[in-house]
């Protein structure tokens, strides 16, 4: 499992608030392309959004659901990435002195990156949390 935590200086519910908006997904998940369309109940458990990611420079459309949900600590999600598999991504939001401590932790439940999941794939995929969090922090710390 791939684990990556950053401290943001906003409040969980103004981060679930960014969360809750699948159009943001297109702006701070790494390789995520465009936000196509969405269920208008989500984040409810079972709703979704339509993405299209890039795997080198060919598009591919897929979609993401929510597993589970706890406003605003906790969101799962499972994310479809045909033809590389099926990931679950969890994260996890917990005030620290009036500042959230952000956990996002991603491993794969299905297909090939199931089948070949190795600690490199996790590095990798730490990695470009990273930038994910990085992104979605300067997101959630914009004055509304």
């Known amino acids: 499992m791939a684990r ?3 401290q943001f200086d ?3 519910e103004r981060i679930f608030e960014v969360l809750s908006d699948p159009r943001s997904y297109g702006d ?3 390789g995520s392309k465009e936000i196509r369309f969405w269920d208008p109940d989500f984040p409810a458990q079972g709703s979704a959004f339509h993405h299209t990611f890039l795997i080198g420079l ?3 459309k897929d979609h993401t659901t929510v597993v589970e949900v706890d406003a605003p600590r906790y969101l799962l999600l499972r994310a479809r ?3 590389t598999g099926i990931a679950h991504v969890a994260l ?3 005030p620290r002195n009036g500042k959230t401590q952000v956990t996002i932790e991603e491993w794969p439940v299905d297909g090939v990156a199931a089948k070949l999941h190795n600690r490199i794939q996790d590095k ?3 990695l470009r949390n990273v930038e994910s969090l990085r992104r979605l922090k300067r997101l959630a710390e914009q004055p509304t």
């Open 28 to 30: 701070w998940v790494v």
């Open 124 to 126: 990798l995929i730490a």
């Open 4 to 6: 990556t935590q950053m």
């Open 81 to 83: 990435a045909r033809p």
């Open 58 to 60: 060919v598009p591919v």
């Open 92 to 94: 996890r939001l917990e």
């Open 10 to 12: 906003t409040t969980p």
